[in-house]
């Protein structure tokens, strides 16, 4: 019954990105490219990525507003340890993205052990972490990275972005974590009513404190990618990044009130959000434009959502 | 039905009249074709059990429900709709619920004038409001109650003053009072009964519902019973007597009721050593027998849910030691009690017992997750299997294992929940209220289940409310109050004088002066 419910609301989604996609089509030559679509797969893979951990978050009923923070703070400590305390680079990108995973656990354990609601608590890191990234960098950046490292943000296998690769079997393993496993029963279970779950024996905390964890380490990650992709490292790397990511979870259906959601819905409200974007430069439509229709696009996919909600629930 | 009534000098047209009233919810009718009337001056006290549909009427007389097509509702003579609580408050009926809704920060006159406070021009007229809650509060001999007060910092008793207070300055002319001593001392109790009678001496009309008889005969003029959703009768207090209105309110004999099957009583399961719980359970010692049930009797705040969320490890032990067959165990978590046996159905099914959002499937194996999955991966087969299994075995009446749980009935939810811990093989279970708010048919179904489990060896603990259900369903009874034992009785020696007299009187000045000084 539930699963039935998402996959309508899905299909719906769904079609709604092939008009759209149709649409876009019709105003430029250029969107319907292979070229263009590998180019827009390459520039979401960051979002894409975060995306994931994400629809986790919301589940659990929660919100992780710290993201693009990590992503800063990470993309600043991997020039920091490889330029300036000159550590190899491989070994670099690794504590990079363990630092993620860090910041990421600091979140789960403000929320769990000392209850402060997820909003307030990453509000709060959101600030911290930036600040971290900012005083660290001391508005220098770096740049001259070896041309190896380029692979990961620029290259490409297979005729495909490096990056869509990594999005792709990561998509691939957080559906099957949500959909399949234990872990994403307790997920769920935790979403809609976290007492009925304790009183389960579900270990909440455990449960939240992995997901806030996964949130962290993959916006390391995003951040390993991100500096690859652009060449160089800023601290301002990120900044709003966790409303990107917050709108492709909401349309993909992920309800914001914990309990429902899916990673097939996440990917497709990604991609909504990048052909929009991507659609609409190339048809002219200037860049606040842009924000607008995705913003209306927004409000109409979470009132059909609520339609089928009520339609469906006992 | 109401005809019958000549002695009492009531005036020509009730004030509140409801004439074949039903209410049906999710295609369950649970108020069936009632008559009820209220006349000015009248304390008319409303009985019946736990589901029996006294909490429906009352929310339909106080503009929360609609009632079903075909049933009028009148006020003094005039029939009216209610369609939201405001139009109930505006025909003059007011209700203080159990759950008393005040704003705790606010003072006692600010509470009282909420929404319809005196003003001068576009500002509040403070002095008039003040003046005005002193007047009211006098007039409910309360003059010990400053009206400056901050209402969170106030006793039990003096938020209910308020509360009666604040439904009096709307004009109030029936005034519905839900249990309202049920969390009162003996002092504030006589107290409360002098205000109502003051207030009956004013011409208001009240509908009292209480479990408490001797109040019922202290204060009603009239009494009506329902039962199941259904009237089952209305008379003047003096026609009746105690016995009369229980065996209205229950409609048949203990014996019928409760399918006790005696099995044997086999080795100790479970056994508590001086357990304690900060002051909210202490110092409780017992031994549970396989095939055993143990009814926990006492009033709400007793310790008795408190007892069940230390063995279940919601609240750990803060001193004493839990044996399991012998073997001295430590629980601090619900997840280790689960996982050495012991389960426990938690008495708020909505809230602690089910996800009501996700399916039977999800909900009865979310307590065995891990022996039903291999590499985390969960077996889908075996999982759909257990919950056709389930609905099998407990009579669950759905569409299948894919119904959201949260459409399912009341009783059809509790079996949902007592399949969820039969599936994890336990060797104790905990039932905290199995039936409350479910109805008769489903009630004795859960306790033929209950028998059932007790005949396969399982050790069972039961806490209820409704005495007739802890003397019906158990083998030895415990009754608590203040958090500690304070006697047990064997099922032969159990009756509801002793065990009530057990539950009320001894240590209860104990328990009620915690509860008072706790309040604020």
């Known amino acids: ?314 | 039905m109401t005809t019958t009534l000549a002695t009492e000098d009531a005036s020509a047209t009730p004030l509140v009249q409801l004439r074949n009233i039903s209410k049906t919810f999710g295609g369950i009718k649970v108020l069936k074709n009632v008559d009820f009337d209220v006349r000015r001056g009248e304390v008319h006290a409303l009985l019946g059990e736990n589901g029996a549909g006294k909490s429906t009427l009352i929310k339909i007389l106080s503009g929360f429900h609609h009632p079903d097509e075909g049933g009028e509702l009148t006020v003094n003579g005039a029939p009216v709709a209610f369609s939201a609580p405001r139009d109930a408050r505006n025909a003059g009926i007011a209700t203080v619920y159990q759950e008393l809704l005040l704003f705790p920060d606010m003072t006692v006159a600010e509470n009282i004038f909420i929404g319809h406070a005196p003003r001068t021009g576009m500002a509040l007229d403070w002095n008039e409001m003040r003046r005005r809650a002193r007047a009211l509060l006098d007039d409910l001999d309360s003059p010990d109650l400053d009206v400056d007060a901050r209402v969170g910092g106030l006793s039990v008793a003096n938020r209910q003053r308020v509360e009666i207070a604040k439904a009096l300055s709307q004009d109030a002319r029936l005034l519905i009072m839900d249990e309202p001593t049920a969390s009162l001392a003996d002092a504030d109790v006589r107290r409360l009964l002098d205000v109502v009678r003051r207030l009956r001496a004013r011409g208001v009309a009240i509908i009292y519902i209480s479990h408490r008889m001797p109040e019922i005969f202290a204060l009603a003029d009239r009494v009506t019973v329902l039962r199941d959703g259904a009237l089952i009768g209305t008379r003047p207090i003096g026609e009746v007597d105690d016995a009369a209105l229980v065996s209205m309110m229950v409609g048949r004999s203990i014996d019928q009721l409760f399918p006790k099957v005696t099995v044997p009583i086999g080795a100790p399961v479970l056994e508590l050593r001086n357990v304690s719980f900060k002051d909210e359970v202490q110092d409780i010692s017992l031994v549970l027998r396989a095939g055993e049930i143990l009814g926990i009797a006492g009033l709400v705040g007793s310790g008795r849910t408190e007892l069940a969320l230390t063995i279940f490890g919601i609240t750990p032990a803060t001193s004493g030691e839990i044996l399991l067959n012998g073997e001295p165990v430590t629980i601090r978590s619900p997840r280790q009690a689960r996982d050495i046996g012991i389960a426990y159905v938690p008495e708020d099914r909505g809230l602690q017992g089910l996800v009501k959002a996700q399916t039977i499937r999800e909900n009865v194996s979310m307590a065995l997750l891990s022996r039903i999955s291999r590499a985390s991966i969960v077996n889908r087969a075996l999982e759909s299997s257990m919950a056709r299994d389930a609905i099998a075995r407990f009579g669950i009446r759905a569409r299948g294992p894919e119904q959201r749980a949260g459409q399912l009935s009341g009783g059809n939810q509790q079996k949902v929940v007592l399949a969820k811990w039969v599936a994890t093989n336990p060797k104790v279970l905990i039932m905290d209220e199995p039936t409350r708010g479910i109805d008769v048919g489903a009630k004795s179904e859960i306790h033929a289940l209950m028998c059932k489990l007790a005949g396969e060896g399982l050790a069972v603990i039961m806490i209820s409310s409704e005495l007739p259900e802890v003397l019906g369903m158990s083998d030895r009874i415990l009754v608590m109050n203040g958090g500690r034992m304070v006697k047990t009785f064997d099922r032969s020696e159990a009756t509801p004088d002793v065990v009530g007299a057990a539950m009320t009187h001894a240590g209860a000045a104990h328990g009620r002066a915690e509860q008072a000084g706790s309040a604020p």
Request: proline share 2%; aromatic share 8%.
């Open chain 1, 1 to 314: 019954m539930t699963l039935r419910s998402f996959l309508r609301h899905e299909a719906v989604l769904g079609f709604l990105l092939i008009v759209v996609l149709f649409l876009l089509a019709q105003q430029s030559d250029k969107f319907f490219t292979t070229a263009n679509i590998l180019n827009q797969g390459r520039l979401m893979a960051e979002v894409g990525l975060i995306a994931l951990p994400m629809t986790f978050v919301i589940i659990t009923g929660g919100i992780d507003l710290s993201v693009g923070s990590i992503l800063g703070l990470c993309a600043i400590l991997l020039g920091v340890f490889w330029h300036n305390l000159g550590l190899p680079l491989p070994v670099a990108m690794v504590l990079a993205i363990v630092v993620g995973g860090i910041a990421g656990l600091i979140n789960g354990l403000i929320i769990t052990r000392f209850k402060v609601p997820p909003l307030i608590a990453t509000l709060a890191t959101l600030a911290l972490y930036r600040g971290l990234a900012e005083g660290i960098s001391q508005a220098r950046s770096v740049r001259g990275y070896p041309d190896w490292f380029f692979v990961l943000g620029q290259g490409e296998v297979l005729g495909v972005p490096t990056q869509l690769w990594i999005l792709v079997i990561f998509a691939i393993i957080a559906a099957a974590i949500l959909g399949l496993t234990t872990f994403g029963r307790a997920t769920y279970a935790v979403g809609a009513n976290e007492t009925a779950a304790r009183f389960s024996g579900i270990n909440v905390d455990r449960t939240k404190l992995l997901i806030y964890t996964g949130a962290g380490l993959i916006s390391g990650l995003a951040a390993v990618i991100f500096v690859s992709r652009v060449s160089t490292t800023r601290s301002d790397m990120g900044t709003g990044v966790e409303l990107d990511v917050i709108t492709a979870v909401v349309l993909g259906g992920t309800s914001i009130f914990g309990g429902r959601g899916t990673i097939i819905g996440t990917v497709v409200g990604l991609i909504l959000v990048q052909a929009l974007k991507n659609g609409l430069a190339l048809s002219g439509v200037k860049g606040d434009g842009t924000i607008v229709v995705i913003g209306l696009v927004l409000i109409l996919a979470i009132l059909a959502t609520n339609l089928f909600s009520r339609n469906g629930d006992g």
